[in-house]
Nanobody
Framework: QLVESGGGLVQPGGSLRLSCTAS????????MGWYRQAPGKQRELVAG???????NYADSVKGRFTITRDNAKNTVYLQMNSLKPEDTAVYYC???????????????WGQGTLVTVSS
């Protein structure tokens, strides 16, 4: 239901752009965001963006990453600049909806895309 693209291998200081498109079967989309999980570490929020376009970032990526969204296309983007080896991780797209389910709101996760920053 979420199609991610844009991961890959890049040298330190380089850039990548991730994209994630929600299929038409996902309704009532609210916030969208990107999380990442490095080997041996917990999944963490990288950046999120509200339905109104307000972004928030992890301190570790502020000033280097930019999250945007295209509501007409149900797509969220993550532009990553000045990449560092510590940015290496699997990046997961997350879409939150306004649909109430047991335990909270229905949300969908992407399959993950690997970003490797290495020389």
């Amino acid at each position: 239901q979420l199609v991610e693209s844009g991961g890959g291998l890049v040298q330190p200081g380089g850039s990548l752009r991730l994209s994630c498109t929600a299929s038409g079967s996902i309704f009532s989309i609210n916030a969208m965001g990107w999380y990442r999980q490095a080997p041996g570490k917990q999944r963490e929020l990288v950046a999120g963006i509200t339905s109104g376009g307000w972004p928030n970032y992890a301190d570790s990526v502020k000033g280097r990453f930019t999250i945007t969204r295209d509501n007409a296309k149900n797509t969220v983007y993550l532009q990553m600049n000045s990449l560092k080896p510590e940015d290496t991780a699997v990046y997961y797209c997350n879409v939150k909806t306004t649909i109430i389910v047991a335990g909270g709101y229905f949300e969908v996760w992407g399959q993950g895309t690997l970003v490797t920053v290495s020389s």
